[in-house]
Antibody
């Protein structure tokens, strides 16, 4: 069935970098916008980044702009999030999510999430 | 960009109806018909319940319905069931390729 599987989370020191991956399966990955959305412990959802179908357009939340980079490899059906200069407040579960077809403001397929903990 | 406001909690008995509110501004909820609602059970990923204010994805029961008036969007769950107990988040397009999420409302089914 349609599936997204995140990986790459872990414990990292402040100021360091980490790369998350999201493997997509059972759908045509290359025709969908994709998101990274995070959720800090006990908190609500926060969108992090959005990328267009072909990767030519990328958008970021102000909280991560200049530090995080979203990318994708359509030949590998994989979405990435390169995180640098990590801060304590970046600690969260990070989800990748697929949008509805032709509607980038709603996400109808979500991964199970990968946990990033920023701590010294 | 501030988040739309959602009451932190709501409750209802099985069979009853409950309505969640999501109050934003004319720059987000009031300015676009791009409001979505998500259901999240503890430890699980969110699930899309409503998009474009009123539309239901396939597989979502018609007990779930959405509406909007001015800067406030609403999600109504009718015929409450035990499995509806979860947290509900609204989201809205906020212009300039920004998305905002509300703080969430925890629903308790009594």
């Amino acid at each position: 069935q349609v599936q997204l599987v995140e990986s790459g989370g872990g414990v990292v020191q402040p100021g360091r970098s980490l790369r998350l991956s999201c493997a997509a399966s059972e759908f045509t990955f290359s025709v969908y916008f994709m998101y990274w959305v995070r959720q800090a412990p006990g908190k609500g959802l926060e969108w992090v980044a959005l990328i267009s179908e072909d990767g030519s357009n990328k958008y970021y939340a102000d909280s991560v702009k200049g530090r995080f980079t979203i990318s994708r490899d359509n030949s590998k059906n994989t979405l990435y999030l390169q995180m640098s200069s990590l801060r304590d407040e970046d600690t969260a579960v990070y989800y990748c999510a697929r949008v509805l077809y032709n509607y980038p403001w709603g996400m109808n397929v979500w991964g199970q999430g990968t946990t990033v903990t920023v701590s010294s | 960009q501030s988040a739309p406001t959602q009451p932190p909690s709501a409750s209802g008995s099985p069979g009853q109806s409950v309505t969640f509110s999501c109050t934003g501004t004319s720059s987000d909820v009031g300015g676009y018909n791009y409001v979505s609602w998500y259901q999240q059970h503890p430890g699980k990923a969110p699930k899309l319940m409503i998009y474009e204010v009123t539309k239901r994805p396939s597989g979502v029961p018609d007990r779930f319905s959405g509406s909007k008036s001015g800067n406030t969007a609403s999600l109504t769950v009718s015929g409450l069931q035990a499995e509806d107990e979860a947290e509900y988040f609204c989201s809205s397009y906020a212009g300039r390729n920004n998305l905002v999420f509300g703080g969430g409302t925890k629903l308790t089914v009594l």
